[in-house]
């Protein structure tokens, strides 16, 4: 039995993504002034730091380009610093400035919230289960 194209786990996961990632988008604007790439990067070079721009695309789940762009903005607005990278002459370490990191905790805080008003009709322990869900689906399906 064929199922409906509306029916299948890629359109709707791929609809959830897009909805969310336009909802986001507005968000991110509204609340701390930054594109969602740059929120996005500005999120994990905070989390992660201090980290090449290849670790910022794949820990930021960006291609090498969105990445390379989004930190050039970031380094542009005073939120992120490029350094030599000790580990590789070619390229860069990507560190929060001062100012990065007044603006990470609220780009943190709203992605927090992004997340609960997507789950929010999900009970805390049926958040638990997709997020092990989740993580097995990602186990399974990223090549490492």
């Not at 789940?61 to 050039?72: I, M, P, T, V, Y």
């Amino acid at each position: 039995m064929t199922r409906k194209l509306d029916q299948t786990f890629t359109y709707r996961l791929h609809l959830l993504h897009k909805v969310s990632d336009h909802e986001s988008h507005k968000a991110y604007v509204d609340g701390v002034g930054l594109s969602m790439s740059e929120a996005r990067c500005l999120a994990t070079v905070g989390s992660f730091e201090p980290m090449s721009v290849m670790d910022l695309a794949e820990k930021g789940n960006l291609n090498k380009g969105q990445a390379s762009r989004a930190a050039q903005g970031l380094v542009d607005k005073g939120l992120v610093v490029k350094k030599d990278n000790p580990n590789d002459a070619r390229g860069v370490a990507l560190s929060l400035t001062p100012q990065g990191r007044r603006l990470w905790k609220p780009t943190m805080q709203l992605i927090e919230a992004r997340n609960q008003q997507i789950l929010g009709c999900l009970s805390p322990e049926e958040q638990a289960t997709l997020s092990q869900w989740l993580d097995r689906l990602v186990a399974h399906n990223v090549k490492k």
